[in-house]
């Protein structure tokens, strides 16, 4: 069993720039694949980005795609996710999620994930 906290969150401009963390303990980090998602004020949690076990394959949101960048570290048990000419509809609470079952699996669904972290602020004004 993998636990994930975030970090990295703040009040930004829009334009700028911030990279968010998700620090895995727990388990062996490489195998899990990650995802990021999102959730603004009164609006459902929305996939952001995901990446495989290894960090060889990447997917985006297509609101992600183009300004933001996820990766990973394995060697420090860590996923990232680069947020560049970032605007206030990026406004949320950005969490990670992990799974060790990728078979077949659409990255994009909240319920192929098994393990959360509690999500980091990131607020972005106009």
């Known amino acids: 069993q993998v636990q994930l906290v975030e970090s990295g969150g703040g009040l930004v401009q829009a334009g700028a720039s911030l990279r968010v963390s998700c620090a895995a303990s727990g388990s062996t980090f490489s195998r899990y694949a990650v995802g990021w998602f999102r959730q603004a004020p009164g609006k459902e949690r929305e996939f952001v980005a995901a990446i495989s076990e290894s960090g060889g394959s990447t997917f985006y949101a297509d609101s992600a795609k183009g300004r933001f960048t996820i990766s990973r570290d394995n060697a420090k048990n860590t996923a990232y996710l680069q947020m560049n000419s970032l605007k206030p509809e990026d406004t949320a609470v950005y969490s990670c999620?992990?799974?060790?079952?990728?078979?077949?699996?659409?990255?994009?669904?909240?319920?192929?994930?098994?393990?959360w972290g509690r999500g980091t602020q990131v607020t972005v004004s106009s």
């Open positions: 999620a992990a799974t060790d079952y990728t078979t077949n699996q659409d990255m994009s669904l909240m319920r192929t994930y098994d393990y």
